[in-house]
């Protein structure tokens, strides 16, 4: 059997592939006054950041948006031309901890046209395991990386540019779009450009 040496380029799935928190929101806001939009996610916690919700509720958010995978748009048009670039230099791996119903899922990963090689759905704590490059909106999800010998690029999201409960490791990349991550991937761009 030839063995695959490429790189194993980790790609996250909320927050990063698919804009499940815009869905969210609005199953949220048609349930409360207070009505909330993404400039107000300040923490990664969804819960810590709008009133009248706990986390059991914001899990039930999620996987009823994944109910309606196809409401939920891309957070980034480029996305599927970048990773279909990607994917001849990288083995693309799917790496995700959603609540989201795996078959939804990976409907609307053919739909948007993402390409991947294979998929793997885990705890949070052990994305670090199955890559060496990740792509991903959670700090401690790109820390982890980072700490251990790999490439962590963190996706531009509110709940992460000043979350001050989630330092950001020093070697981690910040990418502000999809293009972005390209560049870091392919020209080794490490810092914050003003092109994107
Ligand atoms: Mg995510």
Known sequence: MIQDERLTLGIDIDGTLADTVGLVLELYNSEHKFQASKED???????????????GKVKEY???SWDRWNEIAPVDNAASDVIRKLAELYNIRIITATFGDT???KRWLEHNEIVYNDFVHCDSSEKYKYCDILVDDRVS???????????GILMEQYWNKADPTEEINENV???KNWNHVYDICINGLDIASNEY
């Open 41 to 55: 996610l300040k923490l990664y916690e969804m819960a810590k950041n709008l009133p009248e919700i706990d986390g």
């Open 62 to 64: 999620f996987e009823n």
């Open 103 to 105: 078959g939804n899922v």
């Open 141 to 151: 999800c790109i820390n982890a990386v980072a700490e251990h010998g790999g490439r």
């Open 173 to 175: 990349v910040i990418a």
